[in-house]
């Protein structure tokens, strides 16, 4: 039973709390991972690749998929279609990868709702509001508008902490990557309650 399989790792947390510097941080420690990504119906922007930054498709397509209940969640973004399409998840879980999901709290809602007994989640935070924000304005790249959106987003977020297994406070980043390594490894070693119900049967008749 102590075995590694395939398992999923839920990310989430608010923007500029350093999520993406964090997965940079541990991806080479961690073990097979596969890191999914969202399939969308907007068009391919310059510098973006197929597959690599998002999965593209046609608006037909992804009805389609909708249909044949291919997603784990979706929604329509500024009248474009955004969806965690299940079929990589599940190809790479059968692979014994770690799946990494970098979500937001609802996505998280979905994934828990599916796949909860091969799921650990992690809410990823700065220790402070006035921290987030100061990191917020010197990244430099979102008006002042989009950075009230985000901070009050994120106050929303961090009220739904508890409802995650493990909180990560990104503080320093290599501390925090040494936690969130831990995490990682540890997650790989969760057991589907199909397979404890399988051992207990068996447990029990030798």
Same mark, same amino acid.
């Given at each position: 039973? &102590?075995?590694?399989?395939?398992?999923?790792? $839920?990310?989430?947390? !608010? +923007?500029?709390?350093?999520?993406?510097?964090?997965?940079?941080?541990?991806?080479?420690?961690?073990? !097979?991972? %596969?890191?999914?990504?969202?399939?969308?119906?907007? !068009?391919?922007?310059?510098?973006?690749? &197929?597959?690599?930054? %998002?999965?593209? $498709?046609?608006?037909?397509?992804?009805?389609?998929?909708?249909?044949?209940?291919?997603?784990?969640?979706?929604?329509?973004?500024?009248?474009?279609? %955004?969806?965690? +399409?299940?079929?990589?998840?599940?190809?790479?879980?059968?692979?014994? #990868?770690?799946?990494?999901?970098?979500?937001?709290?609802?996505?998280?809602?979905?994934?828990? *709702?599916?796949?909860?007994?091969?799921?650990?989640?992690?809410?990823?935070?700065? !220790?402070?509001?006035?921290?987030? #924000?100061?990191? /917020?304005?010197?990244?430099?790249?979102?008006?002042?508008?989009? =950075? @009230?959106?985000?901070?009050?987003?994120?106050?929303?977020?961090?009220?739904?902490?508890?409802?995650?297994?493990? /909180?990560?406070? &990104?503080? @320093?980043?290599?501390?925090?990557?040494?936690?969130? =390594? +831990?995490?990682?490894?540890?997650?790989?070693?969760?057991?589907?309650?199909?397979? =404890? *119900?399988?051992? $207990?049967?068996?447990?029990?008749?030798?």
């Amino acid at each position: 039973m &102590n075995h590694q399989s395939g398992a999923i790792l $839920v990310l989430s947390g !608010p +923007s500029g709390a350093g999520k993406s510097s964090l997965i940079s941080k541990i991806i080479d420690h961690i073990g !097979p991972t %596969y890191f999914s990504i969202s399939t969308t119906t907007r !068009p391919i922007r310059d510098g973006e690749i &197929n597959g690599v930054h %998002y999965h593209f $498709v046609s608006v037909e397509e992804f009805k389609r998929e909708i249909e044949e209940e291919m997603f784990l969640e979706y929604a329509i973004v500024h009248g474009n279609y %955004y969806g965690t +399409s299940l079929s990589p998840v599940k190809k790479a879980l059968k692979e014994g #990868k770690l799946v990494i999901f970098d979500i937001d709290v609802q996505g998280h809602d979905a994934v828990q *709702n599916r796949l909860s007994d091969i799921t650990t989640s992690v809410f990823i935070t700065t !220790p402070t509001l006035k921290e987030l #924000k100061r990191r /917020l304005h010197s990244r430099s790249t979102d008006s002042e508008e989009v =950075i @009230e959106k985000r901070v009050d987003m994120a106050k929303r977020e961090v009220q739904r902490i508890s409802e995650y297994d493990f /909180l990560v406070v &990104n503080d @320093e980043l290599d501390k925090a990557a040494e936690v969130l =390594i +831990s995490i990682a490894q540890a997650s790989r070693m969760k057991i589907p309650t199909l397979q =404890i *119900n399988e051992f $207990v049967q068996s447990w029990e008749a030798n």
